[in-house]
């Protein structure tokens, strides 16, 4: 990682949110299991600057709702091209590619995660994510990754011994 602080964690949905399990309740509807330890931590990050964006190839009521809940403004879902869901994203929150983390785990996030200054990839992620990430996290997707993610880089910007001594 370099020095370049992250201001915009840009976050894929399955595989990184969630486990990456898709469970069918009906047809046309599916249901996902969030972690709670990412949400605080996303809340965490925000309390901190930190913007936050969803980038996902599918289009699902629970993101949307769970994306409301944490007070993520830039929500793109079913995007069949994550670049250009990336770059719609950067544009509407004012950030270079330099300032950008994103954590991914499947084949349609290594274009994004080739732009970006922090690419990061989840433990449960494939292979050549793996390989194009800086960083990749000990916790699988849907299990706490995303907070990890968020305390290294609260830890790096000096923020994390004053976030322990908060009430979160």
């Known amino acids: 990682m370099d020095t370049t602080p992250v201001e915009l964690l840009i976050l894929d949905v399955d595989g990184v949110l969630t486990d990456g399990c898709v469970i069918p309740v009906s047809d046309s509807l599916s249901t996902k299991a969030f972690c709670v330890q990412d949400g605080c931590a996303i809340k965490l990050w925000q309390r901190y600057d930190g913007k936050v964006a969803i980038l996902s190839g599918?289009?699902?009521?629970?993101?949307?709702?769970?994306?409301?809940?944490?007070?993520?403004?830039?929500?793109?879902?079913?995007?069949?091209?994550?670049?250009?869901?990336?770059?719609?994203?950067?544009?509407?929150?004012?950030?270079?590619?330099?300032?950008?983390?994103?954590?991914?785990?499947?084949l349609p996030d290594l274009k994004p995660m080739s732009r970006c200054g922090f690419p990061i990839a989840v433990a449960n992620a494939v292979p050549d994510v793996k390989r194009v990430a800086w960083y990749v996290t000990r916790r699988g997707g849907g299990y706490g990754a995303v907070a990890e993610v968020v305390e290294l880089l609260l830890r790096k910007q000096k923020c994390w011994s004053r976030t322990r001594l908060e009430e979160v």
């Open 58 to 106: 599918r289009s699902e009521e629970a993101v949307t709702r769970r994306a409301a809940d944490l007070g993520i403004k830039w929500v793109h879902t079913g995007v069949t091209d994550k670049l250009e869901g990336y770059e719609a994203i950067l544009e509407a929150a004012g950030c270079g590619d330099a300032v950008v983390g994103y954590i991914g785990d499947d």
